[in-house]
């Protein structure tokens, strides 16, 4: 079984940052993608950011230029550098991977979500 555990949620200010982190433990092998995601209430659960284990990163476009991921493979850990923050960034913040407990097979899993609001 594999965990993933978020932390460095909480308020802030627009314009203000925030740093998340994603701690994976367990029967880990390999961890390939790690991925950040986010749900607002009333909306659907949206992809923010995901990187490879090679370091290759995606975004989406609405975070562009503001947002960066990056992982620490050496420790099974990601991260979201959230700078500019905007009102509308506020949601539950959730962690992502696609975790091998062996070499044939991987599985993806999720934190619980961290809340982070930004006040206008």
């Known amino acids: 079984q594999v965990q993933l555990v978020e932390s460095g949620g909480g308020l802030v200010q627009a314009g203000g940052s925030l740093r998340l982190s994603c701690a994976a433990s367990g029967s880990i092998f390999r961890i390939h993608a790690m991925g950040w995601y986010r749900q607002a209430p009333g909306k659907q659960r949206e992809l923010v950011a995901i990187i490879t284990s090679g370091g290759s990163a995606n975004y989406a476009d609405s975070v562009k230029g503001r947002f960066t991921i990056s992982r620490d493979n050496a420790n099974n850990t990601a991260y979201l550098q959230m700078n500019s923050l905007k009102p509308e960034d506020t949601a539950v913040y959730y962690c992502?991977?696609?975790?091998?407990?062996?070499?044939?097979?991987?599985?993806?899993?999720w934190g619980q979500g961290t809340q982070v609001t930004v006040s206008s």
């Open positions: 992502n991977a696609d975790v091998a407990s062996t070499p044939i097979r991987s599985y993806d899993y």
